[in-house]
């Protein structure tokens, strides 16, 4: 049935890209590669807009998809098998990946057309860039590569198996699944999985024990030790840390890399290669792709799961809801006590009085949450919008986990909006709730408050988020210098990961969280530059914010050490997700490269070929929030997510804050319908950014085995389970093809050498 | 406490718009005014970019508007009353129409600081535009004026109160308010007031008794006797129909227009003047605009009203509510005869089985009724995608009034959507049903149909959509003649119109029908000139289709005689509202400013600007659906609805069809939402749009009266209840006095001349 319906497919193709199509693609392609907005995109890197190693290349691709196809017509065997016997011509190991997966597709797929192999001697006379260029870009790639593969594993965090196999190749070594940093769903389960039927969530019963350690912080990293004593003389326990000076040589290397003349060159023609050969795989294989869904029963863009990779939780209602949710609290509990005022309580009636307001007349308007013209480019205007009337006493009341009322009120908001989740049942989300280092006591106060209100949902994955805003507490002489407040931050879980039962509310409250968060607005400058001579975060006493570096570098190593530690006690670990690339420098986006499990925004990765063409080769998820920039930092139609999601880049969709900028009852399918329409994405376009959200997600495995498909966790068309994703797995073949095909020329390179 | 309220406001904007917002504003402006989009959109009709005339004049707006103000700080009286005072100056005629508004407005509110008057010296020595041309072009505007004028009055069609007053001030004539085309409320009651509380819309008791006449068609058009020996003589009643020949010179005289060298520039420059003094306005009053709206208790864009002015009945439910439609129906009626197949009666199942189908396997992949790329400039398969599964069974089973099972299926669908709208409370829809012309029983059919299954809802308004298929019908022979086709489709209406009781059915269903809708393709090209040559509709017995405007000019003189004769009876009477300028001749929009009330698309309305003008002089409504457009004929970004919208064009948001172009369970709010985020549309931007939706429906004047106000049938501020609409009294305002300006502009050529 299988092979029959493979067979029908195939003829299919043969019909429909006959001869006119061809050519008609050829001749969209030729103009597409002198297209103007993609030179424009990158054009501050004063690169030849007429690339002539990529009209070679492409020339070539052409002439080869159309010779293996007549042959394809007389044989029906996969076309990577012939390539092995062509003379000239390098395999590429893609070759043999992909047949090993053309023998046992997880189901029935064609490759696209477009064949992929080069010769070396064709690469080089055609590229125009010198063998020393080349070799000299592959190199710095190879490095950068193994940079992120280095500190992924070093905190439990992903790197794709392919990315690995491929450097193992490079190295001569023998590729062992055991090594790879992304571990198979038997090895390792790195969230904690839904509770199952009956279980309590709030379950305290089965903590662990304590293990007697002691957590210290020395320059600005928790150390754990066997007890004090050890502590008082620094012999911590084995938990590898980044070390310091290393990481800052890997940095300065990567900026140095990124500055590189050669490899920005070279990155940016790879780059734009992999723009047109998307539009030609896509002007070839849209149809196919459509087909394949169409006969994908029962599963649609509506019931594909998609995650809301990034959403704080303060912003997850929409205006329209938490106007309701006042005027209800109003009518319900107009005599409670809810709030202190100057030091005297006062009741709901009474603090509305005080602002000369009665919530009957509120309106979405009065309420004053929504971003508009106003706060374009204006980050501290986009921030006063958390004030519902501009008013921060109702903040505090509405939003707030601490207030007079224990933060009753958001805890019931959060549940409605997950209880909206759960009856549309696709749906889920990743809120960030604050911890701000100011207070050790916060951890305890926040998970008192998840607990005491059942704030959970199997469609909410929490997260932390840590604002950047230690200038802000050191002048108003909260924290005496930056090392306390990562103390503050980081020792609680530490000692609640030693003794559970020390602080049973945070060890339950951190069984559900699943990753931390960096956030504040990345177009302030802090005007200091991360380097072996920066002051430990001890030292840092001045009022001065440290720069984004500084504080993601601290944020990593902590989260490192933490999962060890975790990880030991099988219990779930940590990711790092920050905000990164909404603005400011790129560097930014080098120090998430050397960090982050995966990032919010990166705007700014058009402003770097080579970070972006890193970002495709080590696929780091994006969740992008376009209707989010479109208010704060960059307008729809310049959005780069479609650029992204033509080159490879695995992005997701995500609405960062719905209070501010959505209008309708479901925002996640507002932001989706929108880029659909914006964008005129396809369904396989759109099912490809649903799969890419619950693989960026903090889903339990059992999760997405049951979203994705058993095999999730390998790569390429073998890991996609259509009928669970609905993603051509024509798609699937083109992407897996599309990334070995760029690993494999820095192989070449590098073997040139 | 209004007056106080008043004093706030200005001295907020004294306080806001002091001179560096001013110069700011002068100096965004100037580069404004050099726009290139708004150039390029144009930019067919080869004017010169840099207006003379413009330039001259803002400087003079700004500097008057500067001066006003300063007075204006020593003395809170209207600027108004000063401009009559200035030597030199003219005070234009809006001076008194609003300034007495502002003795009496029925909220408080403040005049924007654009202060309109302007020296016809100034004009003339700036505009570099010749006395000549000014007055050519004046007097081409004038008598295009007066021909809409005539014909809105001639079908008990709608035409500004305002542009009526500077018509017959030009002609040295007093206007009288029983004159105008648009009465007041106690004169007349166009459509069906919603059922009193108890009373059944599909009550037949007090039906009309028969009045005995006789209807026949003649030459195309329905004429209706005092009885049959009348009739045999062509002894007609006097109700007045378009003269065929003054109404073919007439439109002569308008293609001329606008293709005038000197109108064009003329009016080409005034829409660029009209853009750039809006967002000279933005900028100055954006602010307290929103300021309005906050301190407007209760009324925000949520409980605005607004009215899908644009939808297809067949189209009306979105994709994914559709397929759920399909799978219950399934699960509850698989065994019940619902089709009649080669003759032979087949269940649900078994239709679906010779389809090779199994609704629980559908999606809305395969359902396949969503536009996509495939369809962009491709109407051809666009009409296709009404098919579901590309199976015209279950376009007949799901999607028909006629079909085995009498259309319960179409009328329960359409009765669910009806109830989510009434659930949403605050919007109401304007759906189409086709009658095509081909059999005379249609009508009976349909309002069989429609009693039947009760199809009523008092959030839905009723159209007839007449496809303009004559050339498929005879092709078919179907009809032998045009004139058979019109006569199908208007004479059921006046038999039903003169002898009630003869057709109840019918009779009930007239009155919940609000007006005429003509569609198709109009990029189709018919290759034929309406002119006095034109056969007569009974003589067109060729396979060809007539042209649009043939079909428009008979569509309208049918209805302009149904109208009279229904008015006479106190019954209620039918808009033309058809589709015109989506895509085509730009001489569909020439006939549309002739004959239609209002229009659905006029994007083409961009390339011309003597029309785009006469649209706005006469503030014709255009319903707008970007979405659509963005599937079919133009992208997103270059929709013109932001630009008519800030020269003050009449403009509304419509979905035309949701199971097409939609994604989620709000179509409407979808539109809204996403032309809100692509063209940053503010609160203030959006209510007017939602305003203009309900004034270019068919809602009757009771449930007018109940969203926009009292007064919502005088023009400018007046007619304007903040409290009900969520419209800025200062943005009624402006929309007003710039109106009025462009009308003296006229009525001064025609004095100097």
Known sequence: MMRKLGLELKTLIKKETDDKMRAFAEKVFASETKDENVRDEISMFDVDEDCPIMHEEMAHHLHTSDNAEKRQSL???????????????????????????????????????????????????????????????????YRALTIREKYMRLAYQRFPRTSSQYLRDIEGETFKPEDQVQPGEEKRRPFTS????????????????????????KDGLIYVYNDAAAADKHQPKDLPCPDYDTFIDDMNFLIALIAQGPTKTYTHRRLKFLMSKFNVHEMLNEMEE???????????????????????AAACMNQKHLLRFIKKSYRVDSERVVHKLKGKEVTMKELFDSLNLHPYDLTVDSLDVHAGRQTFQRFDKFNAKY?????????????????????????????????DLEDAKYQYAEPRLSIYGCNPN??????????????????????????????????RDFVPHFGRMLENIFLPVFQATIDPQSNPELSIFLKHVTGFDSVDDESKHSGHMFSTKSPKPEEWDIVKNPSYTYYIYYMYANIAVLNQLRKQRGMN??????????????????????????ISHGLNLKKSPVLQYLYFLTQIPIAMSPLSNNSLFLEYAKNPLLEFHKKGLVVSLSTDDPMQFHYTKEPLMEEYAIAAQVFKLSTCDMCEISRNSVIQSSLSDEEKVHFLGHDYLKEGPEGNDIRKTNVAQIRMAYRFETLCYELNLIKEGLKAE
Chains 1, 2 share one sequence.
């Not at 076309?79 to 003379?87: Q, V, W």
């Not at 459509?290 to 990034?310: A, G, I, Q, S, W």
Request: charge should be positive; glycine fraction near 4%; proline fraction near 7%.
């Open 387 to 419: 004030n519902p009337v501009g008013a921060s006493e109702l903040r505090d009341l509405y939003m707030k986990t601490e207030n007079h009322i224990n933060g009753e009120y958001f805890a019931t908001i959060i549940k409605e909006v997950a209880s």
């Open 75 to 141: 044989n029906t065997a996969s076309p990577y098998l012939h390539s092995k016997k062509r003379s000239r011509t390098i395999a590429v190991p893609v070759a043999s990946v992909a047949s090993k997966s053309v023998a046992a597709p997880p189901h029935d797929y064609k490759f696209p057309l477009l064949f992929l192999n080069v010769t070396i001697k064709s690469l080089m006379s055609a590229s125009q860039v010198t063998m020393d260029d080349f070799e000299l870009s592959c190199k710095g790639l």
């Open 573 to 598: 670990t940590f990711m790092f997700r920050p905000h990164c690339g909404e603005a400011g420098a790129v560097t930014h986006l080098l120090a998430a490269f050397m960090t982050a499990d995966n």
């Open 194 to 217: 839904p509770p199952k039927n009956g279980e309590d969530p709030f379950d305290t019963k089965d903590l662990p024990k304590n293990l007697g350690y002691v957590a210290r912080m």
């Open 442 to 475: 916060e951890w305890t106060k926040l998970s008192g408050w998840f607990v005491k209100h059942r704030v959970y949902s199997p469609n909410f994955k929490w997260m932390i988020q840590i604002p950047r805003i230690y200038d802000i507490f050191r002048g």
């Open 290 to 312: 459509m087909r394949e869904l169409k006969m994908n029963p029962h599963r649609d863009f509506y019931n594909c799961r998609k995650v809301d990779t990034h959403i704080h």
